[in-house]
Nanobody, 117 residues
Framework: QVQLQESGPGLVKPSQTVSLTCTVS??????????WSWIRQPPGRGLEWMGA???????YYSPSLKRRTSISRDTHKNQFTLQLSSVTPEDTAVYRC?????????WGQGTQVTVFS
């Protein structure tokens, strides 16, 4: 059973960079041919796919967020990390990590990120 767990700061100030980590257990992030995504849901809105990193370390980003988003990984810790820069209150959302891109079979429970001044 694959499990994912997000961690990171709950509150950040505008213009800061937020860093979130997804720790994966029960499976390796280097296993072919899996992709590992970050997905967010702002209050009252739908899911937004932000980007992904695949088993080889290649990254993929949503065009609308590409300029502010970076995804990396630590294979020794079996973790992958999202960095979102220059945050604004519009980035307030529940952030979740998941396996897959177009179809996600395993999800983390999510972590709330609130941008406040």
């Amino acid at each position: 059973q694959v499990q994912l767990q997000e961690s990171g700061p709950g509150l950040v100030k505008p213009s800061q960079t937020v860093s979130l980590t997804c720790t994966v257990s029960g499976g390796s992030i280097t296993t072919k041919h899996y992709y590992w995504s970050w997905i967010r849901q702002p209050p009252g809105r739908g899911l937004e796919w932000m980007g992904a990193i695949d088993y080889s370390g290649s990254t993929y980003y949503s065009p609308s967020l590409k300029r502010r988003t970076s995804i990396s990984r630590d294979t020794h810790k079996n973790q992958f990390t999202l960095q979102l820069s220059s945050v604004t209150p519009e980035d307030t959302a529940v952030y979740r990590c998941a396996r897959g891109v177009y179809a996600n079979d395993y999800w983390g429970q999510g972590t709330q990120v609130t941008v406040f001044s």
